[in-house]
């Protein structure tokens, strides 16, 4: 089918888990600071998951490594980003 | 210089195995300079994303002659349709080349895959003799006396020294901060793109597209098939599948709060992309930032010990016309390793030396390039280029091509009447020609 | 102590896509890489090794399985080897681990072969048995926690529903390690190096001193690999003339109360496998007792 859902688009896609986040979320300043939380809606992993308190919960494990999230971000130090191992991570087959 | 164990001590390291990379490695290491490619990967290409239509085929063709007939190409380009859009209407302009160039050696651009390329030409750099490592993220440069001397790879005892380093790592170039020669970016200034790979027949592609044998044609759509956001939208023609994305500004991204998979389901129910895809099944999904601004977010390309190459010097041209990267990529990364090829021959590898690579990237038409059109991105990026002006366009079409037993109108007092209707100030649109004009004409 | 490890190339089982109506596998867009099981049984190895001992990786596959076996040297390993021969046809586990006892006995016997227990491919499970088989070793399987003990080796296995069992075997041993135990380090940065060009030594069935027809196995034989297919359910319904409290245990328990095992807790080990054989036998899983 052509037309699919975010977790159809997901599941084509290979991960190799790395052990260690790549990246880390201060749910602090997600909280207390941001009023915006642009990475809920940028990511095109769609891996930041608003929280009742207004933090923010991040699943690490599917990301496609793109940055987005961090230059979207306007709150300086809520998104520390590194790419993860080498070897780990995403790894396109055919894009 | 400090001396390091000799398998520690290359010539040349190059972080990175995309186009720019491998273009360097392949080039240093045919003119005998000990050379370590470096790719976080599990293989090169793994991470990378883009389009994908590589219009450097005659720059390759020069390095390895004949290059499309051993690499994995898709399709090559004889066919080029720009479409305007509004919710349900298409302008488009199409052009078509059957003649020398287009159709014929060395053609004028291919459909590739970037996991499937990458790879191939890493393999050319590694048969030329370079040292490609994959699986090694580069986090730091390392420093010796004011100048940059290595690399440091997260891995233990992750050191490693080169007389010059040349920086291809990609839009996020993680090594031109840390060496001080990039600032942090604004969400104006890059677009994410997000791509879905389609599979189809490939007689079905042949058939739907009007293609012979391994022609191939690209689709790129402005206007309101991206809604409010800036950007655009492409669609090319693989061997047997098609490659179809949707690219936004991040900050519009952010201010029209979008999620970019919901614009790409929409643009692909767009009723004149549709019956372009029907029948395909999703095969692979992906994303990637662009460095959009081009020559605005230009980072000084060069220190003592350092060259910056490809995307991570912003050499990727969004021009509206013009969508090119992997091209301007290989050429930068030739010009780095010309520039390092020399700086070896004269054992210098200060700033004023390797200086040099502004005069290769001008004869490799880079800079040059990047300079013409150094006003397009943010006039492309505009909200009357991106929304006002193709409804317009397509409204206007649908005006002069309606017959509904209401009198006809000539085209210029239609254009008029809606011109008036719009939002646009006469002043507004003279300064927009204007623009146009200095953008695409001299 | 020498301790070699069986490693196994596997494909990524989320990178296999299989066409729904003709079960066929788009082999252009699988990507391979260690077995995960493997990969901890490595990483056990080389925490256990003692500052004289080594470990030995081996794997039986073409030579994309170099790949495997240098991340293995790369991450510690202080020897590989491979065993394959254009003339195997399709492997089945019998044939791989009678190809690994004979590629062990190259050399001097390890003291100890750990095996991931379960491969993401075939995952049969049964290299670690077959393989202790043909080297006339004690085995245990489903190990999740091991101890070295002076010529002897403590495990502690997982069974079904939860259940733990503790037992003692003596060495040489075979162990089949479950999944995640441990993650494998990272190389560092020379050792990944070194490996990229290092030659690992190919064992043909002529080097193993093997013959085809030493590997011909009869016994057992692969007919056919088929996508897996949702069997038929039947509807549980309870017996509608018991009273309606056993109706009720009996819905609850969805008939499982049918699947009771018997647990054979006394007698020598001879009786208890003779009435295991006897149970195969009357169920109709034997044909002989013998």
Redesign the interface.
């Known amino acids: 089918m052509v037309m699919t859902t975010h977790e159809e688009k997901m599941r084509t896609v290979r991960f190799r888990v790395a052990a260690a986040p790549h990246i880390v979320v201060n749910p602090d300043i997600c909280r207390n600071q941001c009023t915006v939380h642009a990475c809920v809606y940028v990511c095109p992993a769609n891996l930041f998951v608003p929280l009742d308190d207004g933090g923010i919960l991040f699943n690490y494990e599917q990301c496609f490594e793109c940055g987005t999230c961090y230059i979207a971000c306007n709150q300086e130090g809520a998104i520390r980003w590194a790419y993860p191992d080498g070897g780990y991570g995403v790894t396109f087959r055919e894009s | 210089m400090t001396t390091h164990p000799a398998n520690q001590q290359f010539d040349v390291i190059i972080a990175g195995a995309g186009p720019a990379g491998s273009a360097a490695a392949l080039l240093t290491a045919r003119a005998g300079l000990k050379v370590l490619l470096l790719e976080r990967g599990e293989y090169p290409g793994a991470k990378n994303v883009s389009g994908a239509v590589f219009y450097g085929s005659a720059i390759l063709n020069e390095l390895i002659p004949g290059w499309w007939e051993q690499a994995p190409v898709e399709r090559h380009i004889c066919r080029r349709n720009i479409a305007f859009m509004s919710p349900a209407t298409a302008v488009a302009l199409d052009f078509r080349c059957a003649g020398p160039g287009y159709a014929t050696a060395p053609y004028n651009g291919f459909t590739v895959l970037r996991p499937k390329f990458d790879r191939w030409l890493a393999a050319q750099a590694e048969a030329a003799g370079a040292f490609v490592l994959t699986s090694a993220v580069v986090d730091d440069v390392l420093r010796e006396k004011g100048r940059i001397a290595g690399v440091r790879v997260r891995r233990e005892q992750g050191d490693i020294y080169g007389k010059v380093v040349i920086a291809c790592d990609g839009v996020n170039s993680f090594l031109a901060k840390k060496a001080g020669l990039q600032r942090e970016f604004h969400p104006h200034e890059l677009s994410l793109g997000v791509k879905e790979v389609i599979g189809l027949d490939p007689a079905v592609i042949e058939d739907r597209f009007h293609l012979t044998g391994n022609d191939g044609i690209a689709f790129e759509y402005l206007g309101a098939i991206t809604e409010d956001v800036h950007g655009g939208a492409f669609l090319y023609t693989n061997r047997d599948s098609l490659s179809l994305g949707l690219i936004g500004q991040i900050s519009s991204l952010v201010e029209r709060r979008k999620r970019p998979y919901e614009l790409l389901e929409r643009f692909k129910a767009h009723p004149a992309v549709a019956p372009l895809v029907r029948g395909g099944k999703l095969r692979e999904y992906s994303a990637h930032l662009i460095p959009e601004s081009g020559w605005a977010m230009k980072p000084k390309l060069y220190t003592d010990g350092m060259l910056v190459a490809g995307d991570a010097a912003g050499f990727c041209l969004a021009a509206g016309l013009y969508l090119e990267g992997m091209n301007y990529a290989m050429q930068s990364g030739l010009a780095a390793a010309e520039t390092a090829i020399l700086a070896c021959q004269k054992g210098n590898f200060s700033a004023r030396t390797l200086a040099v690579y502004q005069k290769h990237l001008k004869q490799r038409h880079v800079s040059t390039d990047f300079r013409a059109y150094r006003h397009a991105p943010s006039f492309v990026n505009g909200p009357r280029l991106q929304n006002l002006y193709p409804e317009i366009v397509a409204q206007g079409m649908e005006q002069i091509f309606r017959v509904d037993g209401a009198p006809k109108r000539k085209i210029l007092p239609l254009a008029y009447r809606m011109v008036r209707q719009s939002s646009i100030k006469p002043g507004q649109l003279l300064r927009d020609v204007y623009q146009v004009a200095r953008t695409y004409l001299w | 102590m020498h301790i070699a490890v069986c490693l196994k190339y596997v494909p ?1 089982p ?2 296999i896509e299989a066409d729904p109506l003709t079960g066929s596998i788009d082999t252009g ?1 699988v ?1 391979y ?1 260690m077995n995960p099981a493997d990969e901890s049984a490595l990483e056990l190895a080389l925490r256990l090794r003692p500052p004289n001992g080594a470990v030995t990786v081996l794997s039986v596959g073409p030579v994309e399985a170099d790949r495997l076996l240098q991340e293995a040297l790369a991450a510690g390993a202080d020897a590989a080897l491979r065993v394959w021969d254009d003339a195997l046809g399709s492997l089945k586990p019998i044939i791989t681990t009678a190809l690994l006892a004979a590629a062990l006995r190259m050399k001097e016997l390890p003291g100890l072969v750990l095996c991931g227990g379960h491969s993401v491919d075939r995952g049969s499970g049964t290299v670690p048995a077959l393989l202790a088989e043909h080297l006339d070793w004690p085995v245990a399987t489903d190990v999740t926690q091991f101890v070295l003990q002076s010529g002897r080796i403590r495990v502690q296995r997982r069974l079904a529903r939860g259940a733990r069992a503790e037992s003692e075997i003596t060495l040489p041993a075979v162990l089949g390690l479950e999944t995640g135990l441990a ?1 494998l380090r ?5 050792s ?2 070194r490996v ?1 060009h290092t030659p690992i030594p190919l064992y043909g069935l002529e080097d193993l001193g093997l013959s085809p027809q030493d590997l011909h196995f009869p016994a057992m034989t692969l007919h056919e690999i088929m996508p897996p297919r949702p069997r038929a359910q039947a509807m549980f319904t309870p017996d509608a003339s018991a009273p309606v409290p056993e109706r009720i245990a009996q819905i609850m328990s969805a008939g499982a109360a049918g699947k009771a095992g018997k647990v054979l807790d006394s007698g020598t080990p001879e009786q208890q496998a003779d009435a295991i054989i006897e149970f195969l036998h009357q169920r109709g899983f034997l044909e002989h007792r013998t």
Do not use: N
């Open positions: 990524d989320s990178t867009r990507l890489m993650h990272q190389a560092s940065l020379p990944l190096m990229k």
